[in-house]
């Protein structure tokens, strides 16, 4: 690292005394780059043993690296904390503009501790923090004109961040996000109630200075080697013709397809709800996170009239994505895109996981439908497939908590399920509500192993893919084996921060050079050890914090629905999640 | 003929900020203290982009303002500045109704387009091109 790269910078912001300083961590950056690397071992430092995920004492630690404001697709922010969804290892990435404010706002990570005694939001830049009262936004209906009012009453338009919760996250639902820039969420493992829980209602960073680099030449030209990489290649153009929701037909065609709580694997309304037909009715216009040209963000015009006077309409702009498709749409049996895309706003509005909050209205259609509940405890709402207006209803009361039921709701599939029964069909891994891929048993590897039990940490889906192309079947000491590399790989790339779209581009020689040019030699071995080191400390703490390998349930659901690679065998995922846990 | 940067479709834009970190990026440096191009939100990102760029006006008010002649008008339109005649009194900045003249608050200097099209080359999605443009009086 340069010996001015402002990256050694660690601002703490102490929200119990509101107070802040910046230290010096130069000894921390220059070893293990930023992002989850040094995401994880602050946050080893910071957050006691035995904490609750909702206490003062829980920190909130953001991370961004050393590519960020530098190369192309180095977009992403990497948070780390308690979770208060799993108890364990909360690590979540979002993109928008985060990333390189605050990077050149002049720091490489921001931590906040402690909590306010009144919702407060903070502005920070290059200077440091403003504490401002946001006791008139707090209990806010709508997400948006919380990111309205914050866009309009401070300064920095262009080159800031505004992050910021919803209600869900002001109730402490355990799965709620932090928004940034209205269509990027840290969206997984309740970042949002964390906040929450701190009456942090939102975060403003500004930031644009300048970086210098060891070698200019040497800088502009690894700099256009990437961007070309980015603008021309044909998986980039996938990504920003019609997005992830691309995948909803191959998936269904697949066989892969989650329907109905996973009753069944392919969709008969896929075709309403695919990225074609999305595209074709409803795309109107793409985004960029700052500083990547692939514009992968896709958002509907819905125009809706209103319900009670003629020609009055109101056209909302929202963003999809294939997994709050596969959440909302598949998992829901809905075929119809309006109101999709309508219950997709709502979990906007209210800050929610747009995965979570599908699978957990998904599993409790299904409870209702085998009745372990009564509509006594819906509050009267009768849950049914596709039926989105009861499901509009029911996201807001996942939270405002009226009943018991939704109470526990609010915490997430595995706990009502813990409370009501239906742990056969609560499809939650590791605690963490499922991603969209019912490919075969890689996929569910990877869900069950994966540091942040997301599917984007080893991506099992693609073993599954390529074995269905192959004659060889998959062994579970190999599938352990190759998805543990992954999972390493991608500390890498979650160390720079790279987005992992991009992780085609980012091959190991890639991101040596481009390091290289800003002043952090780093081999392939070097970046191997990174990685390998920074997931077995994740792996640490959510052993410190009572996870285990050996208590992962399984849900029978995934065992009973053919998938495209033929019935899944428990077997096999346990084998799998053993080697797994010898070798990490 | 002379050339400057033009806005041809603001609708094809996407946010990415790639022209602000090529602007900066000229002088071999990474961030965006050196940009003088910006792209912010219309009043948030479901209403599209805004360019805010040096258009090269024929009768710069960046230069009609300068009490120093640091800002020249130049030939077919814009300004060059002579950054050594220049005592940062920022009337420049006001002057120009777009928002295009940006500060280099460090040097206490303006920034101002040099019309290079170094960042419309990194435009992924032809929202910015160079033009060429005829001299006032031809």
């Known amino acids: ?584 | 003929m002379s050339r400057r940067l033009s806005v041809i479709d603001i609708d094809r834009c996407v946010g990415c900020q790639a022209c602000m970190f090529a602007c900066a990026r000229r002088t071999g440096r990474g961030g965006l203290a050196d940009s003088r191009i910006m792209v912010r939100s219309a009043g948030g990102m479901r209403r599209g982009f805004v360019v805010v760029v040096c258009r090269a006006c024929y009768d710069p008010p960046c230069a009609r303002v300068c009490p120093t002649d640091a800002l020249v008008p130049r030939e077919g339109g814009g300004v060059r500045f002579h950054a050594e005649r220049c005592i940062g009194c920022g009337h420049c900045v006001d002057a120009c109704p777009l928002g295009a003249v940006f500060w280099d608050s460090a040097q206490d200097k303006p920034q101002i387009c040099v019309y290079c099209g170094y960042c419309a080359s990194y435009c992924p999605y032809d929202v910015l091109a160079l033009e060429e443009v005829p001299h006032a009086d031809t």
């Open chain 1, 1 to 584: 690292m340069l010996t001015h790269d402002p990256l050694r910078n660690v601002l703490t912001i102490d929200l119990s005394r509101r107070k802040w300083r910046v230290e010096d961590r130069s000894e921390l950056f220059a070893e293990h780059l930023g992002g989850a690397s040094v995401g994880i071992r602050l946050l080893d430092e910071l957050c006691p043993a035995g904490v609750d995920p909702l206490a003062p004492e829980n920190p909130i630690v953001l991370t961004v690296g050393p590519l960020v404001g530098l190369f192309p697709m180095a977009s992403k922010t990497v948070a780390m904390f308690k979770s208060p969804h799993t108890g364990n290892l909360g690590e979540s990435h979002a993109g928008g503009r985060s990333a390189v404010a605050i990077r050149l706002a002049g720091y490489g990570a921001i931590v906040i501790q402690g909590a306010s005694t009144m919702p407060v939001y903070v502005v920070i830049d290059g200077d440091g923090v403003r504490f401002r009262d946001a006791t008139a936004l707090w209990g806010m209906r709508s997400s948006y004109t919380v990111g309205d009012i914050l866009r309009e009453r401070e300064t920095g338009s262009g080159r800031r961040t505004i992050m910021r919760i919803g209600r869900a996250g002001e109730e402490g639902v355990s799965y709620a996000t932090v928004i940034t820039e209205t269509y990027r969420h840290f969206g997984r493992l309740g970042l949002g109630a964390v906040f929450g829980s701190k009456q942090l209602k939102g975060m403003v960073v500004i930031g644009d200075r300048g970086l210098d680099v060891a070698d200019r030449r040497a800088y502009r030209e690894t700099y256009d080697e990437i961007f070309d990489a980015a603008t021309k290649s044909e998986v980039m153009k996938k990504y920003h013709e019609l997005g992830t929701p691309m995948n909803i037909l191959p998936l269904n065609e697949f066989g892969a397809l989650p329907t109905r709580n996973l009753q069944e694997r392919r969709f008969q309304g896929a075709e309403q709800i695919s990225g074609e037909r999305m595209a074709e009715r409803f795309l109107g216009r793409r985004l960029a996170c700052a500083h990547c040209p692939v514009a992968c963000i896709h958002l509907a015009a819905l125009r809706t009239p209103h319900p009670d006077e003629p020609y009055f309409y109101k056209t909302s702009m929202l963003g999809y994505d294939y997994e709050p498709i596969y959440a909302l749409g598949s998992m829901l049996g809905g075929d119809d895109p309006q109101g999709m895309l309508r219950l997709m706003d709502e979990t906007e509005i209210q800050g929610l996981d747009a995965m979570s909050t599908g699978v957990a209205l998904a599993w409790a259609t299904e409870a209702l439908e085998r009745g372990l509940v009564s509509e006594q405890h819906t509050d009267e709402l009768p849950l049914s497939w596709g039926d989105y207006e009861t499901y509009i209803a029911a996201t807001g009361r996942i939270v405002t908590q009226p009943t018991d039921f939704y109470r526990a709701l609010a915490r997430g599939v595995d706990h009502a399920a813990s409370v009501y029964g239906g742990k056969d069909f609560a499809l939650a891994f590791g605690g963490n509500e499922m991603p969209g891929y019912h490919t075969g048993p890689g996929a569910y590897v990877t869900y069950l192993t994966g540091a942040r039990h997301s599917h984007l940490d080893s991506a099992g889906y693609a073993v599954d893919q390529k074995a269905a192309r192959s004659t060889e079947s998959l062994d579970p000491r190999e599938v352990a084996r190759s998805l543990l590399q992954e999972e390493r790989w991608r500390q890498v790339l979650a160390s720079l921060v790279v987005c992992f779209f991009a992780r085609g581009v980012y091959t190991s020689e890639i991101a040596q050079r481009a390091l290289a040019t800003v002043g952090c030699p780093f081999s392939d071995d070097d970046l191997r050890k990174l990685g390998a080191d920074t997931l077995r400390r994740k792996v640490a703490f959510k052993r410190r914090a009572g996870f285990s390998y050996e208590d992962l349930q399984i849900p029978q659901r995934i065992l009973e629905t053919d998938s495209p690679l033929g019935l899944v065998d428990e077997g096999f995922l346990r084998r799998a999640i053993q080697h797994y846990a010898e070798d990490v």
